[in-house]
């Protein structure tokens, strides 16, 4: 008997082993039927068609206008270059405005926000929003500093003149006085205009700004017309001013806040699951 239970034992771990391979191919195969959906279609790289209307309306308009500056031979030309650089910067306002419209907007409108910190994490709660984290620790980093730049120029080319000729002409619409001044500090002199630069001036409110009390009615037109053009100048340039520290957070702390975050997920998922009691 014993003799007969060696070979069926030995015969029995040689099947084993031959089979082994069998089935975890076949393992591996139900796993890769099972992910088909995370690999395939929309989420296949090879088929991945990002929808960024904003961005290429951005790459539009820098087009068109790269070709009305330098003209239309100079642009045939070093047509490669400018297009290989446009299309670069598109691509990168084109990862943000994609990843929030095609990615985190619809998963929060079918999810809700309770993936965020939950009162109990489940492995669901916890991937997405390590996932989240991770995924836009390493898109806003870089992009925000493109949008920050095209806003700096923007301001530069467009807020800065309508800054400082809609707030001269709407200075002379309401009636007040130019003033030029020379030097620095308590050198400074003026050479145009009443009063002294060395005196401190009082800022001009809003309300001050806005009464037209002291006009007539025919001026209400110019002053209405400099007005807006010194304020889109002002709006450009709180934009610009906002866009900046957005920046400046995303680059010095936004690694620190997703790791500490992530950091709080694990803890929450794995230290202290029962936590709270309730």
């Known amino acids: 008997m014993d003799k007969l239970t060696a070979p069926s034992s030995l015969t ?3 099947t084993t082993l031959l089979l082994l391979p069998t089935s975890a191919a076949e393992a591996a195969s139900l796993s890769r039927s099972q992910m088909v959906p995370i690999s395939t279609g929309d989420f296949n790289p090879a088929n991945f068609r990002p929808v960024c209307p904003a961005s290429d309306g951005v790459y539009r308009f ?16 070093y047509g ?7 299309l670069r910067i598109r691509l990168e306002l084109c990862v943000v405005e994609s990843f929030f419209n095609e990615a985190v907007g619809p998963f929060i409108e079918r999810e809700g926000l309770r993936w965020i910190l939950p009162l109990h994490e489940t492995v669901e709660t916890f991937l997405a929003g390590t996932i989240f984290a991770l995924a836009s620790t390493f898109i806003l980093v870089g992009s925000t500093k493109i949008v920050s730049v095209l806003f700096t120029y923007a301001d530069l080319f467009v807020g800065a003149p309508c800054r400082w000729f809609g707030g001269f002409a709407f200075d002379r619409a ?7 001044d020379v ?16 005196e401190k001036t009082k800022e001009e409110t809003l309300e001050e700004m806005l009464d037209l009390s002291a006009l007539e009615v025919k001026d209400y037109p110019i002053v209405i017309v400099t007005g807006t053009v010194k304020a889109f ?3 450009s340039k709180v934009a610009r001013d906002v866009l900046e520290a957005i920046d400046l957070f995303v680059g010095r702390y936004l ?11 694990f803890l929450h998922f794995k230290v202290f699951p029962d936590f709270p009691p309730f």
């Open 12 to 14: 029995l771990l040689f």
């Open 62 to 77: 820098a087009q068109s206008a790269t070709q009305n500056l330098v003209g239309p031979d100079n642009f045939v030309e």
């Open 80 to 86: 490669p270059l400018i297009a290989g650089g446009l």
């Open 174 to 180: 309401r009636g007040k006085p130019v003033t030029l």
């Open 183 to 198: 030097g620095v500090g308590p050198f400074k002199t003026r050479v145009i205009g009443p009063g002294d630069p060395k």
């Open 233 to 235: 100048g002002e709006t």
């Open 255 to 265: 690694t620190l806040l997703a790791s500490g975050y992530i950091g709080i997920k």
